[in-house]
């Protein structure tokens, strides 16, 4: 299994502009979660989605950040207008059966992205 | 406040040393702990995930310690090696159905 996909992998843009992060989860995994890590607040959970069906976003920061799931295999996180604070490395994971205790969450290998 | 601490914020050692990175929670009620292991540029890639009923875990040279009672956890590595070189996050779920507390990480590097 080629593991959690994620593109692009580095992302450079000017403020105001639309931002879009793209995530292709691990095949027959039915949660899906993204990630925000800066050196000042670590990591973060943005937002999961179960079945394609968004279950908590309450760790979007804002409006301007809204993520979908149209199918099994496909996540987007986009930001409009992005701002220089959006800055960071943005991650997209995957598991089985997130309910389950001992379920490992697999992280992709995360969006670098530079609002200038 | 539901939070997860970690220390040292960094940490130097040389190839062969053993080293303890620590892990104090706040996190109520708690359901499992967890240990991902970062390296530069990269996603998190799990370790070990304990429940509040096992008091000791261990992968290879890795060696989780979960004391629930003080709420507190400790990561030994073994044998240092340059490989070993990464950030180390502590994360505890809460709840059976709850979100992911993450700490902030230790920063450990491995010198020849």
């Known amino acids: 299994d080629a593991g959690v996909i994620q593109s692009p992998r580095h992302e450079v843009t000017e403020m105001g502009q639309e931002v879009t992060l793209r995530c292709k989860p691990i095949?027959?995994?039915?949660?899906l979660f993204w990630y925000r890590q800066t050196m000042m607040r670590g990591l973060e959970l943005l937002i999961y989605?179960?079945?394609?069906?968004?279950?908590?976003d309450s760790g979007m920061p804002e409006d301007r950040f809204s993520a979908k799931m149209p199918n099994a295999s496909f996540s987007t996180l986009k930001i409009q207008p992005s701002e220089p604070r959006d800055s960071a490395v943005y991650f997209c994971?995957?598991?089985?059966?997130?309910?389950?205790?001992?379920?490992?969450?697999?992280f992709g290998p995360g969006t670098r992205l530079l609002v200038l | 406040k539901n939070q997860v601490e970690q220390s040292p914020q960094s940490l130097i050692i040389l190839e062969g040393k053993n080293c303890t990175l620590q892990?104090?929670?706040?996190?109520?009620?708690?359901?499992?702990l967890r240990w991902y292991k970062q390296d530069t540029g990269r996603g998190p890639v799990s370790l070990t995930i304990?429940?509040?009923?096992?008091n000791t875990k261990s992968n290879g040279r890795y060696t989780a310690t979960l004391d629930a009672d003080t709420k507190q956890s400790s990561l030994h590595i073994t044998a240092s090696q340059l490989s070993d070189s990464a950030s180390y996050i502590c994360v505890v779920k809460y709840k059976s159905q709850g979100n992911l507390i993450f700490g902030k990480g230790t920063k450990l590097s491995v010198k020849p």
């Open positions: 095949s027959g995994h039915d949660y």
């Open positions: 994971a995957s598991s089985y059966q997130s309910g389950t205790w001992g379920v490992t969450q697999y």
């Open positions: 892990c104090n929670y706040t996190v109520s009620p708690f359901s499992n």
């Open positions: 989605f179960n079945n394609n069906v968004p279950i908590d």
């Open positions: 304990m429940t509040f009923s096992e």
